[in-house]
């Protein structure tokens, strides 16, 4: 099971309710509103996240460009895309294709904790 998460949405009520869901099943959470705080996060050399939960509609930057951009800030880092929109990884290049899962929204925890164990 992955420890460390980062869940990346601007919608605060949203990430309270996942952060504490997923702090009683033990994760490590970290969360932020914006996509550069995401890339921000993920750079630094002191933090090491397992996976990334990311939302694509971020207000300052697109998702897919965060997403990208955290791929490659660490080649062990797993993405979970998490949006409103449907969004398949076979439209990535073949080697993120593996290390990236995605969760339509509207979506009930459980259905996020089943998501992030599929990722392993």
């Given at each position: 099971?992955p420890?460390?998460l ?5 919608e605060?009520?949203l ?7 997923l702090q009683?099943l033990?994760?490590q959470?970290?969360t ?7 890339l ?5 050399s002191?933090r090491r ?7 694509l509609?971020?207000?300052?930057m697109?998702?897919l ?23 398949s ?16 929204k ?6 996020l904790e089943?998501?992030?164990?599929s990722?392993?």
């Open positions: 099971m420890s460390s980062l869940i990346v949405d601007d605060k009520p990430l309270t309710l996942l952060l504490r869901y009683r033990g994760y959470v970290e932020c509103e914006t996509g550069r705080e995401a921000r996060l993920c750079q630094d002191k996240f397992d996976v990334v939960v990311l939302d509609g971020l207000p300052d697109p998702g460009e965060v997403l990208n951009a955290v791929l490659a800030s660490n080649q062990k880092l797993r993405v979970l895309v998490s949006s409103g929109t449907p969004f990884p076979e439209f990535l290049p073949p080697e993120q294709r593996e290390r990236v899962g995605s969760l339509l509207p979506f009930v925890p459980k259905m089943d998501a992030l164990k990722l392993q």
